[in-house]
């Protein structure tokens, strides 16, 4: 049976690497601030504990800014047309690979052209052509 000395060496560490004995920090340092510079040092550092955005402040080493709400929305849309655009090329280069005769764009326009007709001629008769225009258009 192994003794328990050796066990607690062999556990593993979890969380960062130590640093070197020359880089391991072992200074504090105390800053007294009035309630209205608190308020302004909570602002700035966001979700950072007040020590880690102070040392951020003084190395200038920031860490990288998450994405605002909205603009997270705009990344999940470009996304998912990013991936659609992947699919796309996907089945075009299968196409290619396997010999099958890709459609011109100009045959794509024409059956898109015949489909519209198609739906607007399924419309009531209540709409005007040029109603139907404008909504197109838009």
């Given at each position: 049976?192994?003794?328990?000395?050796?066990?607690?060496?062999?556990?593993?560490?979890?969380?960062?690497?130590?640093?070197?004995?020359?880089?391991?920090?072992?200074?504090?340092?105390?800053?007294?601030?009035?309630?209205?510079?608190?308020?302004?040092?909570?602002?700035?550092?966001?979700?950072?504990?007040?020590?880690?955005?102070?040392?951020?402040?003084?190395?200038?080493?920031?860490?990288?800014?998450?994405?605002?709400?909205?603009?997270?929305?705009?990344?999940?849309?470009?996304?998912?047309v990013g991936s659609?655009?992947?699919?796309?090329?996907?089945?075009?280069?299968?196409?290619?690979?396997?010999?099958?005769?890709?459609?011109?764009?100009?045959?794509?326009?024409?059956?898109?052209?015949?489909?519209?007709?198609?739906?607007?001629?399924?419309?009531?008769?209540e709409e005007t052509?040029?109603?139907?225009?404008?909504?197109?258009?838009?």
């Amino acid at each position: 049976m192994q003794n328990p000395s050796s066990l607690i060496a062999r556990r593993r560490r979890h969380g960062p690497e130590p640093l070197p004995p020359g880089e391991r920090r072992t200074h504090t340092i105390s800053v007294r601030l009035n309630p209205t510079e608190l308020a302004l040092l909570d602002a700035k550092r966001g979700r950072l504990a007040r020590g880690e955005w102070m040392r951020a402040a003084l190395l200038n080493r920031w860490p990288p800014v998450a994405p605002k709400p909205i603009a997270v929305a705009q990344w999940r849309a470009l996304a998912r047309v990013g991936s659609n655009l992947n699919q796309i090329a996907a089945a075009i280069n299968s196409a290619r690979f396997s010999g099958a005769s890709l459609p011109s764009v100009a045959d794509i326009r024409d059956v898109l052209l015949a489909l519209r007709s198609t739906l607007l001629a399924a419309r009531t008769d209540e709409e005007t052509d040029e109603e139907i225009d404008q909504e197109t258009d838009t």
